[in-house]
Structures are given as structure tokens and as C-alpha cells.
């Protein structure tokens, strides 16, 4: 089996970047030059006494098989060229589930966790071909590499023999193992983006003297928004920009370049980048358009730029961008009109004139941010990256987010659930369609989609979704500035009670209630307010209420037991001004004593920053807070440990199902053997070609029976192909010749509710798993929730027990319930096939019968396909 990619990219301890690829014939002088280089106390403790290399060893890693050997060299751009700066990699053994493995690294590279990467990358190859561990023959003086084997999450046992130590461990990606990876990655990203958000200098590359040029005003932003670093405007004549001396190419800058910045014609952006790197540039953000967006041609061009940043082991935001603004380093490299207010909420566009939009929103709701990156084409930086660097960022509470595309959006989904737990995410996520540009085969498929998928990743993520800016901004504004509900009760102070009554009704719509308030608040309330007033909730300060209504009654509501939240709406009215009334909700509210947060809703025609213009923008927005107070409160989840899963047997069926073609439907027996693997509980059936063989399997399972269609992958119903409660041998005769062979002969099961499960591959996010009411109506019914797979034990619990299908499985109207329990773990043995099995492109199970104890599934299909996983050069 050949390995999936030719060449990977890998983040280091210190935030550069390494290229990891196969070492080809051509390499042989490259490899022995990186040898020759090696000091003796390294060849020494990888070679164990070999003082030298020749060709007969730097051979036997070339073009490695993958089969008997696999081989990795890590590569970094030098004087034009490639420099070979590391060697991993393994021999098969005599028992073919064990390797030997053995790395080294450059003298001057030692130290960076380059040789951590390297194991991470052979061990996913060589797990692709079979192998189960590592050994690794180790000189015990040779600490380093002792260490790595140590630190790299796998589970290893140490044996010494004499001046050896003996170092074994299996290489399956245990869970403490990816925690370990997604560990390292973190440190290694964050390192990588700190010259981005605290530069030591700026070079913009096509900063134009000229006003009104793209380059010269980011160049003017730089420089007005204060900066305190050396900035430096390079344009062809060397001309000075904004009062600033001025430099014809970015290697003529006397000092270092940690920043640049480059806005020229794309035809001319890679030679920028290049002699930008050369001059030892580590964080380049290309404005510029004229790449992926245009076409093959652009395409061509953003990969040759991207290939040069990683070869230098640098990084790279855009191309095709409006810049990055980070308000600690007092950086505004961007060339948006305005300056950016300063805050807690940092946001990542991948549109820059979507971003400038909110941008414009977020100022009139006083909103102020602590960043801004406009991602662009996201060739290397993309949300994923960011995500990590401010999960650490102190001056960020809030992240804000515009997606049109996931680059890795399982990577997405790991990374967005821990940060979520510390730090509200939002996000705008557009361009959603169906999936897929055929008509989908099964029930499973039909009901799913894209937009399921973006649905399930962000719920499970705990990403809090908004369709509009609008509804983006007050929602950041609310998690910004408030404390979180600590559930959905509200109170409604108002002075126009036809405007009480439509907050009330708003709140209805996002999931609010109003409670009555308690008889002592309603008495205080009283002994403060006009005798016409109303002191129900809501409450109704009539007309004539002043700034001094509000300031009384707002503390009295705050402090009943039954009020999570406030939503205090004000009319003009006369001798009452909308920045009196701001100024004693302020005042009523400056402790935050009450630890429950308070939206003003002024329907002024100016309003003070922070204040709501319509109730139902602030009730949506409470409501997105509650949400997100709940997700909290929800319990983290594990991945369960399901037993009885047997991953070869069904691998072997798909092997034998795809020999001779590239997709189809499984046959019954296929279908059966597949499911077994994974111990998915079936009902007992027997293949039977015509009438005799049915009546047969008939008496056998016995009476009543149900006799259905064989034919892989027909939907049985809508053909006919279905005959139910067949309480004799005449009737099953009949039914079979009116069916047509084959059929499958299968026990009645009564009793039961019938139920929807099942897994579609989505090209873009994975497996999803499906649930939901079952039988003939399931794609009319709708109603099936979704989770992207490895579902937790939290996930799968969720599935099972959440809205009309809950209520189902609790029993409705009297019926017995399901056992929740029984479904759950379907689930999450559907999760596991799906997620060791991505040839399985579609699978129905439907329905599946959830009786009081246990659950069966009585009918299934299956699609297998052959498949190449895309890959990318990315691994982090």
C-alpha cells in the first residue's frame, strides 16, 4: 500500500515550520551532506559506534516501500535549495506488527521538537500499513532521544540490556495520546502567531507614497495608530511615506523585519515573499488578490507562495485580505477607514469587507476589540490557528467568527469545545447547502446535509451560531459586558406596557419565559410606583415613569429569586430623556451585585452605546446567553469505551465488496456481516430465492414472519417490497411471488417504536450520525438530530433523549418506554463504524424497534465506496 501523501508540513516547538517528505533517489548527496554535517557525538548515539556514513546506509533509506520500510526527511529552504535537517524512520521486523525505528536531527535543530513531529508522522504511515509497534534500540547515554520517546504520548515499555535500552509501544492514537499532540500543537501555534499580534518591527512591501493606494494608507494606519516599533514603507522608487523614510526592497532595511506586510499586483507577490523571507520575515500577510480565488492559474501561484513561506518555516495570513489589527501592540495593519475602538473581543473574518460592516455595527454598540485578521483565502493561517492563539490571549473574553469554508472542520470541533469552556465563541457560518449534488439514496442522506453538519459541530463545539451581523454583534456585546443568566426566567420593566407585551412575546420566541414575580417584590414595587401601575411581569411603570422609576424599581426586580436576567425597555416620553433613563439603569446596576445580567432597550433615536434598539433584539440575544450558561452547566462528555467492535472483519467485507467495483450496495450478507463487526443488533432473517426456499425459512423462524426484498439497496416500501404479519405458509407464498426473489424471511417484532438511525459520510465534516423517528414517514416526519462522530457518551445521551424523538423514547401518550440506554449505545457503535470505516458512505437503519429492553434493527442498507482521504500538507 503506497503512503497517502508525498510530503507534510509539521509545527515546532518554537512556531517555525517543517517540510517532512519521503527521501527520493535525488536526495542521496543531500543526505550525505546532512550526515557529514552531524557531529560524532550524534552519529555516535544514532548509529551506536559508526563514525561515518557512506552511500551502502544512505541508500537503504531511499525511496522507501512503506511496506518493509518508510523513511521521512525534514527539509528547509536554504541559498535556493533544499536543506536536509532531520532523518526519521523504520524497518519492518520479523513479526510484521513491530518496526524498529531510529531518528536524528542537525546539531543546530536539536531541541525543537522536530524529532517528536517526525515519530507522530511515521507512526500514522506505518499504522496505514498494518503495524502495530514501535521498537526502538536506544544507547542509554542518549537522553534526547530517550526523552522524546517519553514525551510522545504513546504508552512505551522500557527494557535494559547492558549499555541499551530497549524502548516498545504500540502506535494506535490512544486519547491521552491526541491529548498529548493537541498539546503540542498548541504551544507550537501560539508560538508561530506572536510576531503577527506583537510584531518587533513592520515592513510593508508596496506601501505607495501616493494617498488613496491600498499600500500606503495601511502604511498610514500603521504609523497614526501608533505603533511603537520601527515601521518601514517599501515601494520601488524608495520614496518616504507618511513623513517615514522609505526603502526600494525589504533586504535593504537596516535592522531585522519581523512583520511584513505585502500589497503589490499578484503577479509580483512571490518574489516580494521571497526576498521578504530572506530576510528572515517569519509572519507575512499577503493583501494582495489574485490567487486561489481566480482559478487554476491563481491556485498555482498561492501554492508556489505558500510552498516558499513553509520552506523558510514561517507563516502566512491571507492572500487576498484586509490585513490584522491587534490593539495591545497598538497595531493597525489594515487598510480599513476607521480605527479599531479597544476591547475584549477579538474577531476573524475570512470576508474583509463583511468585517469592516460589523466593524461599523460594533462601534455603535460601544463594542471594542483586543483583534482583527482578516484570514482571506486562509492558505495557511485559518480560525483553527487563531482559536488557539487567543484561548490563551488575556486581553480576549469573546471570540467572534465569519466562516465561509472549513479548512478541518473536525480539527474545529476539538479545538472550539476546550476554548468554549473558557471563552464564549460565536459564529456567522454562510454559504450553506445541501450536501452533495445528487439526490440522496437513503433516509439517512435525505435528512442530512451541510447544513445538519455545520448544526451539529457547532452545537456539540459549544459554538454559539447567529444568522445575521446584527444578531452577531448583540450577542458579543451581551457576553462581553454581562454576566451569563443562570437560566431562562426574565423580567420586563417598561413604561409602555403595548411594549411590555412584545418583549413578552419575543421572549416566548427565544426560548425565555416570563415567571410571575414574588409577593414581596410586587409589594415593593408598589410603595414605589403609581397605584395605576402594573407590577405583574411584566412590569408597566406607565407613561409618566421618570429616570428616578427606573432607578428604584430596576433593583427591587433584580433582587427576586425567581429573575435570572432584565430586560428594561424605555419610550420617549415627555420630560424624559433616553441618556437619563441609560444613566439610572447604569447607576441602578454599577455593583452587579445581583450577578444577573440587565439589557436596556431605549427606542430612541440616539442611544447610548450598549443599548438595545428593539426587544426582540435583546431577548434573542439573552437567549443565545442562556444557551450558552446551559451548555456550560452540561457535562464535558467522553468517548466511550464500546465493546465487542471488530474493525479487520468488517474491513476485510469492504475489501472483498470494492474488489471489483468502485461504489455499490452492499447484499444482505454482506450487509449482515458488516454490521455484526460492530456488534449492531439485528433481528434473525434467512435468504430465500423463491416461494419454496421462503415457506421454509418461514416455519423455521416461525409465524408471523415478515418477507422482504433482497435487491441491495432498494427501498423496499416505495417497490413493494415489504409484506408484513404473513401468518401462514400460503401467505408467505403469495407475498414472495408478488415480491419477487430473493427475499429475506425475518421474525415479526411487536411491541416496539420505530426508530431512525444511521451514518452518512459528508465530504467536507466526516461521519454524521443520525437519530430520529423512524419507518415510512421518517423523511416527512423529519425531527432526526444529528452530532458529528466520535460522539461522547454526553452526545449520544443527548441524541436519544432531545425533542419529539425524546419524548418518543420517554413514551408517549402511554406507550412503555425505550430503552435510552440500548439506543444510546447503537449510537455510539455507529459512531465508532463510521469513523474507522469511511467507505461506508451511507448506512440506514431503518426502522430500528425500540422495545423496553434492548433495541433490533429490522431493516438495512448499506452503500460502500471506494475512497482516497483527501489529505492535506497541514497536520495541525
Known amino acids: 500500500m503506497a503512503v497517502a501523501a508525498d510530503a507534510l508540513d509539521v509545527i515546532l516547538r518554537d512556531g517555525t515550520t517543517l517540510r517532512l517528505r519521503p527521501p527520493r533517489a535525488a536526495d542521496e548527496v543531500a543526505l550525505l551532506s546532512f550526515f557529514s554535517g552531524l557531529s560524532q557525538q550524534s552519529l555516535y548515539l544514532r548509529f551506536h559506534g559508526v563514525g561515518s556514513v557512506g552511500p551502502p546506509i544512505v541508500e537503504t533509506f531511499l525511496d522507501p516501500d512503506w511496506v518493509d520500510r518508510g523513511a521521512l526527511i525534514g527539509t528547509l529552504a536554504d541559498e535556493g535549495g533544499e536543506r536536509v535537517v532531520a532523518l526519521a524512520g523504520y524497518a519492518r521486523l520479523r513479526d510484521p506488527a513491530r518496526a524498529e525505528v531510529a531518528f536524528v536531527v542537525a546539531d543546530a535543530f536539536q531541541g525543537r521538537g522536530i524529532g517528536t513531529r517526525m515519530l507522530e508522522r511515521l507512526a500514522a504511515l506505518a499504522a496505514d500499513q498494518g503495524i502495530e509497534r514501535f521498537v526502538a534500540e536506544v544507547l542509554s547515554e542518549n537522553t534526547a532521544m530517550l526523552r522524546v520517546l517519553a514525551e510522545a504520548g504513546f504508552e512505551a515499555v522500557r527494557r535494559l540490556d547492558g549499555s541499551t535500552v530497549e524502548v516498545e509501544f504500540g502506535i494506535a492514537p490512544t486519547e491521552a495520546y491526541r491529548d498529548q499532540v493537541e498539546r503540542r500543537d498548541h504551544v507550537a501555534v501560539v508560538a508561530s502567531l506572536r510576531p503577527f499580534f506583537a510584531p518587533a518591527s513592520v515592513a510593508v512591501i508596496g506601501a505607495s507614497p501616493r494617498r488613496g493606494s491600498i499600500g500606503g494608507e495601511l502604511f498610514r494606519n500603521v504609523v497614526e495608530g501608533g505603533f511603537p516599533r520601527p515601521a518601514y514603507p517599501v515601494n520601488r522608487s524608495g520614496a518616504a511615506v507618511a513623513g517615514v523614510s522609505g526603502y526600494r526592497s ?74 490584522i489589527a491587534a490593539t495591545s501592540a497598538k497595531l493597525n495593519a489594515t487598510f480599513a477607514p476607521h480605527g479599531f475602538p479597544p476591547g475584549n473581543v477579538a474577531f476573524s473574518s ?15 454598540k460601544g463594542l471594542g476589540f483586543s483583534a482583527f485578521v482578516s484570514i482571506g483565502n486562509k492558505a495557511d493561517v485559518s480560525s483553527n490557528d487563531l482559536l488557539e492563539y487567543w484561548e490563551d490571549d488575556p486581553e480576549t473574553d469573546v471570540i467572534l467568527l465569519y466562516l465561509e469554508s472549513f479548512g478541518n472542520p473536525r480539527k474545529f470541533g476539538r479545538i472550539a469545545r476546550r476554548i468554549a469552556r473558557k471563552k464564549p465563541i460565536l459564529a456567522m457560518k454562510s454559504g450553506v447547502t445541501r450536501a452533495g449534488a445528487r439526490a440522496a439514496s437513503s433516509h439517512t442522506a435525505a435528512l442530512a446535509g451541510s447544513e445538519a453538519a455545520v448544526g451539529a459541530l457547532f452545537r456539540q463545539a459549544g459554538v454559539i451560531r447567529s444568522g445575521s451581523l446584527e444578531e452577531l454583534v448583540d450577542i458579543a456585546a451581551v457576553l462581553s459586558t454581562q454576566p451569563l443568566p443562570r437560566g431562562r426566567r426574565v423580567a420586563v420593566l417598561t413604561n409602555a406596557g403595548g411594549l411590555g407585551i412584545l418583549c413578552a412575546d419575543a421572549c416566548d420566541a427565544a426560548g425565555l419565559e416570563l415567571p410571575p414575580l414574588s409577593e414581596e ?41 425567581a429573575v435570572d436576567g432584565v430586560i428594561v425597555l424605555f419610550v420617549p416620553a415627555a420630560r424624559v430623556a433616553a441618556d437619563e433613563v441609560s444613566a439610572a439603569i447604569a447607576r441602578a446596576t454599577a455593583t452587579g451585585e445581583s450577578g444577573k445580567p440587565v439589557l436596556p432597550v431605549l427606542l430612541a433615536a440616539e442611544r447610548p452605546p450598549g443599548a438595545f434598539p428593539y426587544p426582540e433584539s435583546a431577548a434573542r440575544a439573552l437567549g443565545r446567553a442562556a444557551e450558552r450558561a446551559e451548555w456550560l452547566r452540561r457535562p464535558a462528555g467522553s468517548l466511550p469505551a464500546v465493546e465487542g467492535l471488530n474493525p479487520n472483519a468488517a474491513r476485510t467485507v469492504l475489501a472483498q465488496a470494492l474488489a471489483a467495483a468502485d461504489e455499490r450496495w ?21 435468504l430465500a430465492a423463491d416461494a419454496n426456499e421462503a415457506t421454509a425459512a418461514a416455519e423455521d423462524v416461525g409465524f408471523p414472519v415478515a418477507a422482504k426484498s433482497a435487491i441491495a439497496g432498494a427501498h423496499k416500501t416505495e417497490r413493494g417490497g415489504v409484506a ?30 420505530e426508530l431512525l438511525a444511521g451514518v452518512v459520510q459528508d465530504p467536507v465534516f466526516g461521519p454524521l450520525v443520525a437519530f430520529g423517528p423512524g419507518g415510512v414517514l421518517a423523511e416527512l416526519i423529519g425531527e432526526a438530530g444529528f452530532r458529528l462522530a466520535p460522539l461522547t457518551d454526553v452526545d449520544a445521551e443527548e441524541l436519544v433523549r432531545e425533542g419529539k ?3 418518543l423514547v420517554r413514551g408517549f401518550r402511554g406507550a412503555p418506554p425505550a430503552d435510552a440506554h440500548a439506543l444510546a449505545d447503537l449510537l455510539c457503535r455507529l459512531s465508532a463504524l463510521g469513523e474507522e470505516l469511511p467507505e461506508v458512505v451511507e448506512l440506514d437503519l431503518n426502522p430500528v424497534m425500540a422495545l423496553p429492553h434492548g433495541c433490533v434493527a429490522v431493516d438495512a442498507r448499506v452503500r460502500v465506496q471506494r475512497v482516497q482521504a483527501p489529505r492535506s500538507l497541514k497536520t495541525w
Open 724 to 753: 408484513l404479519d404473513l401468518e401462514n405458509a400460503e401467505a408467505v407464498r403469495a407475498a414472495v411471488e408478488r415480491i419477487g426473489g430473493p427475499v429475506v424471511i425475518q421474525p415479526m417484532v411487536k411491541g416496539g417504536l
Open 805 to 807: 424523538t425524546g419524548q
Open 521 to 561: 417584590t410586587m409589594t415593593a414595587l408598589r410603595d414605589g410606583l403609581p397605584r395605576e401601575a402594573s407590577v405583574a411581569n411584566p412590569v408597566d411603570m406607565l407613561g409618566s415613569a421618570t429616570a428616578a422609576s427606573y432607578e428604584t424599581a430596576l433593583p427591587v426586580v433584580l433582587a427576586d429569586p
Open 666 to 686: 452492499l447484499e444482505p450478507a454482506e450487509l449482515r456481516q458488516l454490521l455484526q463487526a460492530y456488534g449492531i443488533p439485528l433481528v434473525e432473517e434467512r
Open 350 to 364: 475570512q470576508s474583509g469587507a463583511l468585517g469592516l460592516a460589523l466593524l461599523e455595527q460594533a462601534e455603535e
Open 250 to 323: 525589504v533586504e535593504e532595511i537596516p535592522g531585522p523585519a519581523d512583520l511584513a506586510i505585502v500589497s503589490l499586483p499578484g503577479d509580483l507577490v512571490v518574489d516580494a515573499a521571497a526576498a521578504a523571507l530572506r530576510k528572515g520575515v517569519r509572519a507575512l500577510v499577503v493583501i494582495s488578490a489574485g490567487f486561489a480565488e481566480l482559478g487554476r492559474e491563481g491556485v498555482e501561484r498561492q501554492d508556489r507562495l505558500l510552498g516558499l513561506v513553509r520552506a523558510h518555516g514561517a507563516r502566512l495570513i491571507g492572500p487576498n485580505c484586509l490585513g
